[in-house]
């Protein structure tokens, strides 16, 4: 970044440890200068891919701004979005990277909104992002200097969570290969050109690294409140944002633990093809909400004596969802209820993962027009690059041929 003629490099947090990002060469004063960062987008269908990119974004300085598009500037260049735009400022506000959100932010990117806001540069992820018209949204933040990339997760797209909902099986838990599932990619993230490497399908891979990267850290402090919930939190949205605030709010000094449920156990009492996320992606998507303290990966599903008297649990909390009784039959709220430390909270949304898979179900064949076009955009810049590139190098040969 070039600052008033002078180089400033912005290293990487230590995610790990948590440490402030150095501005190297600089003097101590001017290091105490509070870097602000700018990131926008649709973020719809908010999944830890989009938390991952702001997780990054964060680490590059000091106090994150996200802009949200209003679903009127969606619509126009990708088509309408599956949540309104209230639901998805609520679901950015829930991101634990996240200082402060921009309502209904421009669609293209300009230094006068970096102004504005008096952010030092944008961070994006390394996609493309094109406007209606084909052209690169961040083009000019990129010609002044002040665009920083950072990397895509793999293994998660809006479009591949889409695709395992309209695929209504078991595949994609066990088998990504499946010809059914592979058909669901083909029709949906490939247009008739061949394959953009951004609106594509892959799995993801966990690792111990990323889940330290989302973790809080923190243990809990001896005059903590522990609050524990459990349950799937599959394709964790709003209803699921709106309960754990709800949950939070329930003490002064709340140290909140959520228990996931593994892939097999919710799918006994969810059936059908659920979880649509499995247990690695649910936990990285539950962790990286600001209400959460930590994550019981794989809990029992009855909430018993040795997980309560392990965890020093102070208060049980469960939604307005239904509770399915255990393999046995047995109510897996009983030891909770019979210590009366079991509550139920009403978050006043009713919002499920169902609702969700049904409003992808009713515009599934806009959201396979949407990714054709947009998959069609993306592997015609691809063309232009490689055009440019080709030019580029033509010249280079001609010019050394000339010398």
Same mark, same amino acid.
């Given at each position: 970044?070039?600052?008033?003629?002078?180089?400033?490099?912005?290293?990487?947090?230590?995610?790990?440890?948590?440490?402030?990002?150095?501005?190297?060469?600089?003097?101590?004063?001017?290091?105490?200068?509070v870097?602000?960062?700018?990131?926008?987008?649709?973020?719809?269908?908010v999944?830890?891919?989009?938390?991952?990119?702001?997780?990054?974004?964060?680490?590059?300085?000091?106090?994150?701004?996200v802009?949200?598009?209003?679903?009127?500037?969606?619509?126009?260049?990708?088509?309408?979005?599956?949540f309104?735009?209230?639901?998805?400022?609520?679901?950015?506000?829930?991101?634990?990277?996240?200082?402060?959100?921009?309502?209904?932010?421009?669609?293209?990117?300009?230094?006068?909104?970096?102004?504005?806001?008096?952010?030092?540069?944008?961070?994006?992820?390394?996609?493309?992002?094109?406007?209606?018209?084909?052209k690169?949204?961040?083009?000019?933040?990129k010609?002044?200097?002040?665009?920083?990339e950072?990397?895509?997760?793999?293994?998660?797209?809006?479009?591949?969570?889409?695709?395992?909902?309209?695929?209504?099986?078991?595949?994609?838990?066990?088998?990504?290969?499946?010809?059914?599932?592979q058909?669901?990619?083909?029709?949906?993230?490939?247009?008739?050109?061949?394959?953009?490497?951004?609106t594509?399908?892959?799995?993801?891979?966990?690792?111990?690294?990323?889940?330290?990267?989302?973790?809080?850290?923190?243990?809990?402090?001896?005059?903590?409140?522990?609050?524990?919930?459990?349950?799937?939190?599959?394709?964790?949205?709003?209803?699921?944002?709106?309960?754990?605030?709800?949950?939070?709010?329930?003490?002064?000094?709340?140290?909140?633990?959520?228990?996931?449920?593994?892939?097999?156990?919710?799918?006994?009492?969810?059936?059908?093809?659920?979880?649509?996320?499995?247990i690695?992606?649910?936990?990285?998507s539950?962790?990286?909400?600001?209400?959460?303290?930590?994550?019981?990966?794989?809990?029992?599903y009855?909430?018993?004596?040795?997980?309560?008297?392990?965890?020093?649990?102070?208060?049980?909390?469960?939604?307005?969802?239904?509770v399915?009784?255990?393999?046995?039959?047995?109510?897996?709220?009983?030891?909770?209820?019979?210590?009366?430390?079991?509550?139920?909270?009403?978050?006043?949304n009713?919002?499920?993962?169902?609702?969700?898979?049904?409003?992808? +179900? =009713?515009n599934?064949?806009?959201? !396979?027009? %949407?990714? $054709?076009?947009? &998959? @069609?955009?993306?592997? *015609?810049? +691809? =063309?232009?690059i490689?055009?440019? !590139?080709? %030019?580029? $190098?033509?010249? &280079? @040969?001609?010019?050394? *041929?000339?010398?």
């Amino acid at each position: 970044m070039i600052k008033n003629g002078h180089h400033a490099t912005y290293d990487q947090r230590d995610e790990a440890s948590g440490s402030k990002p150095v501005v190297s060469g600089c003097s101590p004063e001017k290091r105490k200068r509070v870097v602000r960062l700018w990131c926008d987008g649709c973020y719809d269908m908010v999944h830890y891919g989009h938390s991952n990119q702001l997780r990054q974004a964060k680490a590059m300085g000091d106090y994150l701004i996200v802009g949200v598009h209003t679903d009127a500037e969606i619509a126009k260049h990708k088509g309408p979005p599956v949540f309104t735009q209230e639901e998805r400022y609520k679901m950015v506000r829930a991101i634990k990277w996240v200082d402060e959100v921009v309502e209904g932010a421009p669609y293209v990117t300009t230094l006068e909104t970096l102004d504005k806001y008096n952010c030092d540069f944008c961070v994006h992820g390394d996609d493309i992002t094109l406007t209606v018209d084909g052209k690169d949204t961040y083009e000019e933040v990129k010609q002044a200097g002040r665009y920083r990339e950072c990397k895509r997760t793999q293994g998660v797209s809006t479009t591949d969570l889409v695709g395992r909902m309209l695929l209504m099986t078991k595949a994609h838990h066990s088998n990504m290969d499946n010809p059914d599932y592979q058909q669901h990619k083909d029709n949906f993230g490939k247009g008739p050109k061949g394959h953009s490497p951004w609106t594509g399908v892959s799995q993801f891979l966990q690792t111990s690294q990323k889940i330290i990267q989302f973790a809080s850290g923190k243990e809990p402090q001896p005059d903590d409140t522990i609050i524990y919930v459990a349950g799937a939190f599959d394709l964790f949205h709003i209803g699921h944002v709106d309960f754990l605030e709800m949950v939070y709010k329930q003490a002064e000094r709340p140290y909140v633990i959520v228990g996931l449920h593994f892939d097999q156990e919710v799918n006994r009492y969810k059936g059908k093809n659920y979880p649509i996320m499995n247990i690695h992606e649910r936990t990285l998507s539950v962790l990286a909400c600001r209400y959460v303290s930590e994550v019981v990966i794989g809990a029992p599903y009855a909430v018993d004596k040795d997980l309560l008297d392990h965890f020093k649990v102070d208060l049980v909390c469960h939604g307005k969802t239904e509770v399915f009784p255990d393999k046995d039959g047995s109510d897996p709220y009983a030891e909770p209820k019979k210590r009366g430390i079991f509550k139920v909270i009403k978050s006043g949304n009713s919002l499920t993962t169902d609702d969700i898979v049904q409003r992808i +179900i =009713e515009n599934r064949l806009h959201f !396979e027009a %949407r990714n $054709q076009k947009k &998959e @069609a955009k993306e592997m *015609a810049v +691809i =063309e232009a690059i490689k055009k440019r !590139e080709q %030019r580029e $190098q033509q010249s &280079e @040969a001609a010019a050394q *041929a000339a010398h």
